[in-house]
């Protein structure tokens, strides 16, 4: 009993720990996205590294999600004689749900892990050691020019993913399912609220800001050489990934709680 009681103080206790340098990172990180100097132009190649070139990645998922939700939706529906009511439920769950949360699993695994690696690996080669002798603060060249991109180009690629995942329902609910284009697209103007893409770009902004923090956390406090950068991109993935899905519903409950 007592050896059940230390071990589980000992995880309690690690995790404390974890929580408090994670906070403090953060504060630190949030702290020199406000203060100059400013670098622009690393700013703008992180944004065309989390925006531009994921893309396509973000729009084949969109897309084919679209597709696959305007199928399953028909195949439901039709059993209650409501096949009209496909379009709603494809441009409901791609704004407010689906785009959000695919975009931002895509990105995690592509930029939270290169993120996690690139500073790792700079991290295990003493090159952030480097730009501390230089009189360059890593967190002012290294961290928070991440954390801005990231805000600013997630919501960006969500915003194009609803409009690519609500196209492939179109495509599929009028060349397969038979339905009426223009109604289709009528039904979905109808009763899609400000409210419903808001909230998908409210959590893609959330979403940008934590992929980038734990690919940024675990790739600067990475050790141990090749495997520990190893180990460092699979935590950035697995961590952006429950904290997405935590944050989701934690975004949900906030604007559909009620």
């Known amino acids: 009993m007592i050896e059940l009681l230390r071990t589980v103080g000992r995880i309690f206790i690690v995790f404390l720990s974890h929580v408090g340098r994670i906070s403090a990172f953060t504060a630190t990180a949030i702290g020199h996205m406000v203060r100059p100097p400013f670098y622009p132009r690393i700013v703008g190649r992180a944004m065309i590294d989390i925006g531009y070139y994921s893309l396509p990645v973000v729009g084949l998922t969109a897309i084919f999600t679209g597709m696959v939700l305007a199928l399953q939706s028909y195949s439901g529906f039709a059993r209650f004689q409501a096949e009209s009511a496909v379009a ?9 749900e689906l785009g959000p949360v695919l975009a931002g699993l895509m990105v995690a695994g592509r930029m939270g892990a290169s993120m996690a690696a690139e500073i790792g690996t700079m991290r295990v080669t003493e090159q952030i050691d480097a730009l501390s002798t230089l009189s360059t603060d890593p967190f002012k060249y290294l961290i928070s020019p991440r954390l801005l991109a990231g805000v600013l180009m997630l919501p960006l690629l969500v915003l194009v993913a609803d409009v690519i995942g609500v196209f492939g329902g179109y495509i599929v609910a009028v060349s397969k399912l038979g339905l009426n284009g223009a109604t289709y697209l009528s039904s979905s103007w ?48 697995v961590s952006a ?11 949900t409950a906030l604007y559909f709680g009620k």
């Open 88 to 96: 709603t439920v494809v441009v409901l769950s791609m704004t407010r």
């Open 190 to 237: 109808q009763y899609l609220e400000p409210t419903d893409v808001i909230s998908g770009l409210v959590k893609a902004a959330v979403f940008g800001f934590l992929i980038t923090l734990m690919g940024c956390y675990h790739g600067y406090y990475s050790r141990g050489g090749a495997q520990g950068v190893g180990a460092a991109t699979t935590n950035s993935v």
């Open 241 to 251: 990934a429950i904290l997405i899905l935590v944050f989701d519903y934690v975004i």
